[in-house]
Antibody
Framework: EVQMVESGGGLVKPGDSLRLSCTASGFSVTNTYLNWVRQSPGTGLEWVGL??????????EYAAPVKGRFSISRDDSKNTIYLQMNSLSTEDTAVYYC??????????WGQGTLVTVSS | QSALTQPPSASGSPGQSVTISCTGTSSDVGAYNYVSWYQQHPGKAPKLMIY???KRPSGVPDRFSGSKSGSTASLTVSGLQAEDEADYYC????????????FGTGTKVTVL
């Protein structure tokens, strides 16, 4: 069974950093593009960023609101991707989902991990 | 950058059909056939229902169908069932730097 499991969420203060992890099971992420998508409480979905597979250079792309503060990395040997979040603000409060992506589509989603930024 | 526009709500009785629109621009929905639809029940992760405008993943009932005309995509749920009550989001690839994907504003479907 294909499964994605996020972890690392929690309560932090504005300006703090946090690293989220997402581990896949049931398949290898080696040839897969992986994305982070977030959802603020009671609102819609927002694309955060992606990391391509190594064959395609492992290129990273980020949404404007997080560029320069967030960084995505991957460890294919652990079937895991990471989201390093720095200089967090209250506007970053959201449930963060990791998901596989191909053909312009987010196929497999994790259950999400909640990040709350509050003083 | 703006989200794709969806109606806030839609409803229908069991067995009826409901259609949800998703309006973008010539730079996203109108430019690419990478439009997808996601179903989200309260407290749950989104689930892919339709991809590449009209394709259904394995396991998704054929009651769900998708289409596109110009810059507007649509999701139709036929033969509504109680378990179809959920939030639905569309998404489109944009190809724009720092705004690669855009989601819709979301539609709450209520089964009366």
């Amino acid at each position: 069974e294909v499964q994605m499991v996020e972890s690392g969420g929690g309560l932090v203060k504005p300006g703090d950093s946090l690293r989220l992890s997402c581990t896949a099971s049931g398949f290898s992420v080696t040839n897969t593009y992986l994305n982070w998508v977030r959802q603020s409480p009671g609102t819609g979905l927002e694309w955060v960023g992606l990391i391509k597979n190594e064959i395609d250079g492992g290129t990273r792309e980020y949404a404007a609101p997080v560029k320069g503060r967030f960084s995505i990395s991957r460890d294919d040997s652990k079937n895991t991707i990471y989201l390093q979040m720095n200089s967090l603000s209250t506007e970053d409060t959201a449930v963060y989902y990791c998901c596989t992506e191909w053909s312009g589509t987010f196929h497999n989603w994790g259950q999400g991990t909640l990040v709350t930024v509050s003083s | 950058q703006s989200a794709l526009t969806q109606p806030p709500s839609a409803s229908g009785s069991p067995g009826q059909s409901v259609t949800i629109s998703c309006t973008g621009t010539s730079s996203d929905v109108g430019a690419y056939n990478y439009v997808s639809w996601y179903q989200q029940h309260p407290g749950k992760a989104p689930k892919l229902m339709i991809y590449e405008v009209s394709k259904r993943p394995s396991g998704v009932p054929d009651r769900f169908s998708g289409s596109k005309s110009g810059s507007t995509a649509s999701l139709t749920v036929s033969g509504l069932q109680a378990e179809d009550e959920a939030d639905y989001y569309c998404s489109s690839y944009t190809g724009r730097v720092n705004f690669l994907y855009v989601f819709g504003t979301g539609t709450k479907v209520t089964v009366l």
